[in-house]
């Protein structure tokens, strides 16, 4: 079995010009990689403002209280160094001298640097062999190629990182990682961007050598490079294994979500071996086709997948057949069907009650406040979809405002609604007291200053709902607020529907205590 090793890279590329970066910034990050929880350190000499090989790397060897892995980047591989060739890899066989643990050298150079250390190499001392394709991911035909002509170099370790045009990209070198692990050649595969994170994530599931973490946010050597404290403790990297059951958001766009924060934190609590990660789709029935091993175990689904996912599903809950949207989504092990249910609705309509409630001081005995009421649903997508769907079952009367009225039609004629243009609404006011729901993401991070609906036209509702919750408080709201409405937000419905897909995701019962403190925490 592979040793599953986390490297923590040191680069100063985000550091401003004028900043120069020396040998005592460098041995600072480094003790503090060591107190992070890293198992050994990149220093990428590439983005060294000043470096003197013998002086320096002597140095930085001997003070680090962690193995050293150096690695010297040429422009031709991505990398900013543009000097002599030969005085590139002088440096690199300097710090083998030195005492350095690995250093990493390119597949283009990798036969003459490896024969030119034949014979003088110490034994702990290992050559990773590396190949970056920031163009795309190659077939797992041309990937297999490409392993094979880093081991004929005589490398210690492969690395291949490539780059994701699409999340199914991860998928080939998944392959490649868990094919590879028969070998003597350990294999460390990544995938560049956003679309690649799980490459990032999910290697000890499947086989990989090693992963990259950064120090500090934004301070990365590739893009799309979690930092070592994300790994660590919001994705549980060390408890991670072949037998992990991965779950994951699927949304675009999708890295706003707190879904991971929540549901890893409750996986922890009750010992469940289970990931739960941020997946940056695009085609959804793609994904699922790709990703369609039974360890891809359950989804959460957000904008603008909801409807789409519906179709990919092989059967569906009455209430989401009803709804025409599922935002949650379980493979049963079996025969790695998949199962869609409709969360939002309870999770929305619930905790705009209880608003309600609060406001009129009634009793949760007495009926649904929602009974009689008009309740405006701005968006016709699938979020719209379950808060009419369910304000309708409630006995609300239900408007549907949609930027195209075609779909707002659509969706109040399918729950027996009336439909408006988004760009009436402001002149929608045939009563007072109504309720106003946003389903879209109009006034998400980072247009925060969007609001779906000017401020005078609030002062006729009593409660205003806004599905977002990243901000928490948006402009909705606060303007709403300022007009006198009872507000009701996003983190609300996102924890109400939580309950119910924690359940379907694990079979166990959901520790709401952990859940209302993770809400409290984001006040």
């Not at 090793?5 to 041995?27: D, E, G, M, N, Q």
């Not at 289970?274 to 689904?301: E, M, N, P, Q």
């Not at 009455?318 to 092990?333: D, E, L, Q, Y």
């Not at 007072?432 to 401020?455: C, R, W, Y």
């Amino acid at each position: 079995m592979s040793l599953y090793v986390l490297f923590l890279h040191i680069s100063h590329r985000s550091r401003p010009r004028s900043i120069p970066v020396t040998k005592a910034s460098c041995i600072t990050s480094r003790v503090l990689c060591k107190t992070s929880g890293a198992d050994l350190v990149e220093v990428r000499l590439d983005t060294l403002k000043r470096f003197n090989p013998r002086q320096d790397l002597e140095v930085l060897i001997r003070k680090c209280p962690l193995p050293t892995l150096f690695t010297y980047r040429p422009k031709w591989e991505g990398g900013q160094y543009e000097g002599d060739e030969n005085s590139r890899r002088d440096a690199l066989r300097l710090a083998m001298e030195l005492g350095a643990d690995y250093v990493d050298i390119e597949l283009k150079v990798a036969h003459e640097f490896i024969n030119s250390i034949h014979g003088r190499k110490p034994e702990k001392f290992k050559v990773i062999v590396s190949s970056h394709n920031y163009q795309n991911t190659p077939s797992v035909e041309d990937l297999g190629n490409l392993v094979v002509s880093i081991q004929a170099t005589g490398a210690d370790i492969v690395k291949i990182a490539t780059t994701a045009l699409e999340i199914t990209d991860v998928a080939r070198i998944f392959q490649i990682t868990v094919h590879s692990q028969v070998s003597s050649v350990p294999v460390i595969g990544l995938v560049m961007g956003e679309r690649g994170l799980i490459s990032r994530i999910l290697c000890p599931k499947f086989s990989g050598y090693l992963t990259f973490g950064s120090l500090e946010p934004g301070i990365v050597s590739a893009p799309g490079q979690p930092t070592i404290k994300d790994l660590l403790n919001l994705y549980n990297f060390r408890q991670l294994g072949p037998d992990t059951k991965v779950f994951g958001v699927i949304g675009k766009p999708v890295s706003h979500s707190k879904s991971p924060h929540l549901y890893n934190e409750a996986f922890k609590s009750v010992g469940f071996n289970g990931v739960y990660v941020h997946l940056l789709v695009d085609d959804i029935a793609k994904f699922f086709h790709t990703y369609s091993a039974a360890d891809f175990a359950g989804f959460s689904c957000t904008i603008p997948h909801k409807e789409a996912a519906l179709k990919c599903c092989d059967e569906v809950s009455p209430v989401a057949k009803s709804i025409g949207a599922v935002n949650c989504i379980i493979r049963r092990p079996s025969d790695g069907k998949l199962f869609g249910y409709n969360t939002d609705c309870v999770g929305a309509i619930s905790a705009i009650e209880d608003g309600l409630r609060d406001l009129h001081k009634i009793s949760s005995t007495s009926g649904s406040p929602l009974a009689g009421k008009l309740f405006v649903v701005i968006g016709a997508g699938g979020a719209g979809k379950a808060l009419a769907y369910g304000a309708k079952e409630k006995g609300a009367r239900v408007v549907i405002a949609n930027r195209t009225y075609a779909r707002a039609r659509e969706l109040a004629d399918a729950v027996g609604g009336d439909a408006l243009s988004l760009a009436d609404l402001n002149n929608f006011h045939p009563e007072n007291g109504m309720i106003l729901a946003n389903t879209t993401s109009i006034g998400m991070q980072p247009k925060v200053d969007e609001t779906p609906i000017s401020k005078h036209a609030l002062k006729y509702y009593s409660l205003v709902f806004d599905a977002i919750y990243t901000p928490k408080i948006t402009r909705l709201l606060r303007e709403a607020q300022e007009s006198g409405a009872t507000i009701v937000t996003g983190l609300e419905m996102f924890i109400g529907q939580a309950y119910e897909q924690f359940e379907r995701f694990t079979g166990l019962p959901a520790p709401k205590e952990l859940f209302k403190q993770f809400i409290s925490n984001l006040q």
